[in-house]
């Protein structure tokens, strides 16, 4: 058999392509001449050398695979873990800014409730008072108005800037800043003197902020179903 | 490594096709398989290992030893394979049991010299291997960078004509030729390394 055909058969034979009748020759020949048996050997020696390298350059792109994989985890799971925290944060942040500007919360912060100390000033219809008061932190808004109005009727001045205060609080409690709120709210903020008209003026301008204005009311506007829900 | 070229393939059947295929296609399907089934062969491997307090060597070394045993058996077509993932455990704990085997023979001629003799054909073969693959990495790393490149093709099963492309050679007759000069030059290393050897 010539060189070239019998090194063809060995190569075949070395990468397992070899078909029966090939190799069945090929193991003939290797069985009746030695030197085809020890060429066939020294190539398989020379074989296994190239796979020795081939399974180091394997091993080695594998490593880089575990690598590549280990960093795609980590930076998955960091990348994962902060977006998570970052939505955490902004839905407290939101919940806190809704539960500070919501209305309610802003009447209950500057409502005056009847104390001894207002009692002191007012001087008289204690029992209307005190019941107003009740019906407001009961959140019976509507009561609360009915008697502030019956309050703010007084010939008392420092009786009717008390009691419209808490008027205008229970109505903003009740409806929301609303238009006719606003307004009353101005006219009482620049007809009462003193420190009353200045904090009219300071929870007017809450509800003038950037950040009243970004946080609660688009959400007032477009998702009006939703905000009772988050508040 | 960008997964979304394995999405290509679906079916264990499919890396079959394509690591026997050899060439490119074999490369990419080599990657994607081992991508596929590492974190549960490993996870497999890990608890195996854990079994074997006396075993050695890192989980992952015998991850990818367990892989390269079985790409060889995939190429080996004979092979019948039915799932690759529980194809890859079974080799790596058979890697394992073989090699806690060879390093209880080893202690054990450490230990008691009268059974050094009845072991001594065995030990010879493990440390004749040994050296032997020191003769046959010697060969092939005083190949030339050019020799090397072919024939690390040639045994990834790229064509003729692939070989050609990637090593600017006019065509397939000419990357033949080239190959079995390289395969001559390193046969020869061999032979010359082997009669030093002795």
């Given at each position: ?14 990468l397992?392509?070899?078909n ?21 050997q ?13 399974n ?21 799971s ?6 998570a925290?970052?939505?955490v944060v ?25 104390t ?5 000033q007012?001087?008289r219809?204690d029992?209307a008072?005190?019941?107003a ?10 009561k ?20 419209k ?13 609303s ?13 009462t ?39 | ?72 058996k ?36 450490n ?36 020799c ?14 692939e ?11 000419m990357?033949r ?5 390289c ?12 009669i030093?050897?002795?």
């Amino acid at each position: 058999m010539e060189e070239l055909k019998l090194d063809n058969l060995i190569d075949q034979y070395l990468l397992g392509t070899i078909n029966t009748h090939d190799k069945l020759l090929l193991e003939r020949l290797m069985a009746e001449d030695t030197t085809v048996a020890s060429k066939v050997q020294i190539s398989k020696l020379a074989y296994k050398s190239i796979m020795l390298e081939r399974n180091k350059l394997l091993r080695e792109k594998l490593r880089t695979l575990d690598k590549n994989t280990s960093y795609e985890q980590r930076f998955a799971s960091s990348w994962f873990g902060k977006v998570a925290m970052l939505i955490v944060v902004f839905i407290l942040l939101y919940g806190l800014l809704a539960v500070y500007f919501c209305p309610v919360s802003i009447a209950r912060r500057n409502f005056i409730a009847f104390t001894e100390t207002t009692s002191i000033q007012i001087q008289r219809d204690d029992d209307a008072w005190r019941s107003a008061t009740i019906a407001f932190r009961d959140s019976d808004f509507e009561k609360a108005i009915q008697q502030y109005v019956i309050l703010a009727s007084g010939s008392d001045p420092s009786q009717h800037h008390l009691a419209k205060w808490n008027l205008l609080m229970s109505q903003l409690a009740a409806d929301g800043p609303s238009e006719h709120w606003q307004i009353a709210m101005q006219t009482y903020a620049f007809q009462t003197p003193g420190s009353m008209g200045e904090k009219a003026h300071s929870v007017l301008e809450l509800f003038h902020s950037p950040v009243y204005k970004f946080w609660f009311f688009p959400l007032s506007r477009k998702f009006s179903s939703l905000k009772p829900r988050l508040i | 490594m960008n997964h979304l070229h394995c999405r290509i393939f679906y079916r264990d059947e499919d890396y079959l096709r394509e690591i026997r295929a050899g060439g490119s296609r074999a490369e990419m399907a080599i990657s994607c398989l081992y991508l596929k089934y590492r974190k549960r062969t490993i996870t497999h491997l890990k608890k195996v290992v854990a079994k074997h307090t006396e075993f050695k060597a890192v989980p992952e070394d015998l991850l990818h030893d367990s892989f390269i045993v079985m790409l060889d058996k995939i190429m080996d077509s004979s092979c019948e394979i039915r799932t690759l993932a529980g194809f890859w455990v079974g080799i790596g704990k058979h890697l394992l049991l073989n090699q806690l085997k060879k390093d209880q023979r080893i202690i054990l001629i450490n230990d008691m010299e009268e059974i050094y003799e009845t072991q001594a054909e065995n030990m010879e073969w493990v440390v004749y291997d040994t050296d032997e693959d020191e003769l046959l990495e010697k060969a092939f790393a005083s190949l030339g960078a050019r020799c090397k490149e072919i024939l690390l093709l040639w045994i990834n099963r790229h064509t003729m004509t692939e070989i050609a492309q990637v090593m600017k050679l006019s065509n397939a007759a000419m990357a033949r030729k080239t190959k079995y000069e390289c395969f001559k030059k390193l046969k020869e290393l061999v032979r010359t390394g082997y009669i030093a050897g002795d």
